[in-house]
């Protein structure tokens, strides 16, 4: 399977605990979205990455949330000392760069993993 | 800030009907605005992107207009098939990396 693939693909953890997910991107693609998405919402936006370097993040990614893309190949999503709020989908897609005309603004979503925090 | 509306209400329709979806949007004139399909428990996938200045596009059964004018875009499915039932997202360019989408409306397609 070539596409965007998640990790965990559910997560249950309690309350101030700590948790991570991975985000695999399809391999020639070097823009990475994170989002977030909660039961009857579209998608939100957390943060964006050009290969290795995070440009830009949104005001919804508290200092508890940090994003890594180390190599510019596989993506990590960490929260810290979870709150229930931070019960959701946490949605992973990419695509190609912007040389590549066609369908650059297309995105291509992962599975999601969906973290429920007790 | 941008703002995009779709229809909160879930859309019940018979099978072989066209179902019309509608996105309006304000505070922001998107390069273009894109389809998604999401099934229960799934990521959306790419359905359409239609570009500000195309006033429609097709795809085999779908097709999308966009009216920059009135800020909306109308979603069609034509012969619908209850496969179709999912749940429909709207999204719009912002002009830099990050991508709006709206809540989404439920398709229903009834045998």
């Known amino acids: 399977d070539t596409g965007v693939s998640q990790n965990p693909r559910h997560k249950i953890t309690k309350r101030g605990q700590n948790v991570t997910f991975r985000c695999d991107p399809i391999?020639?693609?070097?823009?990475l979205y994170w989002y977030r998405q909660t039961l009857g919402q579209g998608p939100e936006f957390l943060t964006y990455?050009?290969?290795?370097?995070?440009?830009?993040k949104s005001r919804l990614l508290s200092d508890r949330f940090s994003a890594e893309r180390p190599k510019g190949s596989f993506s990590t999503l960490e929260i810290q000392r979870t709150e229930q709020g931070d019960s959701a989908m946490y949605l992973c897609a990419s695509s190609p760069d912007v040389e590549e005309v066609t369908h650059q603004e297309t995105q291509y979503f992962g599975p999601g993993t969906r973290l429920l925090v007790l | 800030s941008q703002k995009i509306e779709q229809n909160s209400e879930a859309l019940n329709i018979q099978e072989g009907k066209t179902a019309t979806l509608t996105c309006n949007y304000t505070n922001y004139s998107p390069a273009y605005l894109q389809w998604y399909r999401q099934d229960p428990g799934r990521g959306p996938v790419f359905l359409l992107l239609?570009?500000?200045?195309?006033k429609e596009k097709r795809k085999e059964r779908l097709k999308v207009t966009f009216d920059t004018t009135l800020k909306q875009s109308l979603f069609h499915i034509t012969a619908s098939q209850p496969a179709d039932s999912a749940t429909y997202l709207c999204?719009?360019?912002?002009?830099?990396?990050?991508?709006?989408f709206g809540a989404g409306t439920r398709l229903f397609v009834k045998a």
């Open positions: 990455f050009q290969n290795e370097a995070q440009l830009e």
């Open positions: 239609i570009r500000e200045n195309e």
């Open positions: 391999s020639e693609h070097n823009r």
């Open positions: 999204a719009l360019d912002t002009g830099g990396f990050k991508t709006i």
